[in-house]
């Protein structure tokens, strides 16, 4: 049940200090992505300017780094943030105001679809490997976003993955301590389980795979 889950979920979130958030893009987006999992952030950034809409959601905001650096096809897009930790959502919002954003906090695996206007893309950035549970009970999100998309909407994103992959030595090492401390919940997380969740939800999808990361996209 995704009920249960919702304590490993807030374990997931809760490392989103602000003092962490301060640092998050120098360490998190810089040193991490670049030296341990070999997936330097312009990738992820290539994605967005490749995917991104006048009409888009994130989910996980992190800082709004991506939001803030992408090119959007329109200067004054309807963008929406959604995330369970106050303090991600408020240091995007701060970031992003000059887009005006729309703010959701809520539990991506619990949320209430009525209500909300829907959009042409929707962001999963390094999302998915802090979500409990394996990839196939992951999937429940990409059908929620799926509901959430107009005709011919994207949702894209990018996760760290735990097999299937070459993780070097660094990487598997802060792989095995995140999961132990329940920041991460992707040890059996591959590409093959991840390229199946959006072959069922999406008739067209892509996964590349740089260094331990899979940057993936789904069209509706």
């Known amino acids: 049940m995704v009920t249960e889950n919702m304590n490993d979920t807030k374990r997931g979130q809760a490392i989103y200090t ?3 958030l301060a640092l998050y893009d120098l360490t998190v987006l810089g040193f991490f992505c670049s030296f341990i999992w070999r997936c330097p952030s312009h990738h ?11 009409n888009h959601l994130d989910i996980g905001v992190g800082t709004g780094y991506f939001l803030d650096h992408c090119r959007f096809p329109v200067s004054n897009p309807r963008l929406a943030l959604m995330d369970l930790n106050p303090n991600s959502l408020m240091k995007s919002r701060e970031r992003l105001e000059r887009y005006n954003p729309e703010v ?4 991506v695996l619990e949320i209430e679809m009525a209500g909300i206007q829907h959009f ?6 390094n999302l998915l490997h802090c979500l409990p549970g394996t990839m196939k009970t992951k999937g429940i999100v990409f059908e929620k976003i799926r509901s959430l998309l107009n005709p011919g909407g994207v949702v894209f ?8 992959v070459d993780n070097n030595f660094l990487a598997k090492y802060f ?6 401390r329940g920041v991460m919940t992707n040890m059996q997380d591959d590409l093959d389980s991840l390229m199946n969740e959006l072959e069922q939800y999406f008739p067209e999808s892509s996964v590349k795979v740089i260094g331990s990361m899979a940057l993936f996209w789904g069209k509706k």
Do not use: P, W
Request: hydrophobic share 35%; net charge positive; no cysteine.
């Open 44 to 54: 992820i950034l290539e994605l967005y300017d490749q995917h991104v809409s006048k």
């Open 120 to 125: 042409d893309s929707v962001a999963l950035t």
């Open 104 to 107: 959701y906090r809520m539990n």
């Open 157 to 164: 994103g990018s996760t760290i993955l735990g097999k299937g």
């Open 175 to 180: 792989i095995n301590a995140n999961n132990t």
């Open 18 to 20: 602000k003092s962490f």
